[in-house]
């Protein structure tokens, strides 16, 4: 567990203004280290950021290190998970990242992801576009493989304009011609887990429609239900209108809601701290957790 007891005790919410719970580095399927990430986060004007990598936790021990002194890093992994036959990310905080069926859950799928990937790449070639392992993996580099980057190998190819245009029906969409289906979480045993890592689970950009199908108000219901703490409102993917219904929602049900950039560097478009949380839901997401504490930078590597 990491310890911080300073940072627990302080009133956070008090003084830090810019706070972006949802970043991606080279972990995973962003184009920015890990060290990368934390300084442009703090040249960004960030005071809190958040790394939360693809069923991973590889990037955490990196990021710490280069940690700038004023910026603050909360360690946390965006989990896949499945219910009903609709995918969906689980955004989880501050969990005890050694926890064994935790551990064990996120093995499970980051195993699947090469045999997916590779399985990906041959619906591709069977579709007559000329990809190849070696470009994918070339792309991925040290990460996690996935599929931003046999999205990237598309973009590379000018089979799509962008990584986005990859990510529909024709070609890698949830149920997409060259989709294959990885191991998943239900979301339900996701918070189980998370939680008795000591950790704190928001949904993930919930309506992002332009994503694919997106699990009905009634089933985030279901996920309030069973221990869910909040659900990601403010992001790129979700219009003016979708952020209102779900606010409504939140209320409702009780959830926190949190905002966020999404990053992954120059594989999309959206800035670090271009969508924010609240500094008051920020502190009880500190509050609610007991696995890992936030982590002060110190300064951080050259």
Known sequence: MLECPSVRAEPLESRVVRIDLHTHSTASDGTDSPAELVRKAAAAGLDV?????????????????ALPEGLTLVTGAELSCRLDGIGLHMLAYLFDPAEPALFAERELVRDDRVPRARAMVEKLQDLGVPVTWDQVARIAGDGSVGRPHVAEALVELGVVPDVSGAFTPQWLADGGRAHVQKHELDPVEAIR???????VTVLAHPLAVKRGECVPEAAIARLAEAGLDGIEVDHMDHDESTRARLRGLAKEL?????????????????????????????????????????????????
């Open 49 to 65: 950021v958040a790394l939360t990598d693809h069923d991973t936790t590889r990037g955490h021990a990196e990021a710490i290190g």
């Open 193 to 199: 887990l998370v939680k008795a890592a000591g950790g």
């Open 254 to 302: 009780g959830l926190l809601t949190t905002g966020s950039s999404d990053y992954h560097g120059s594989r999309k478009t959206c800035g670090l701290g271009e969508y924010t949380t609240d500094p008051e839901i920020y502190g009880e997401i500190i509050r609610r957790a007991t696995g890992a504490f936030p982590v002060p930078g110190t300064g951080g590597a050259a």
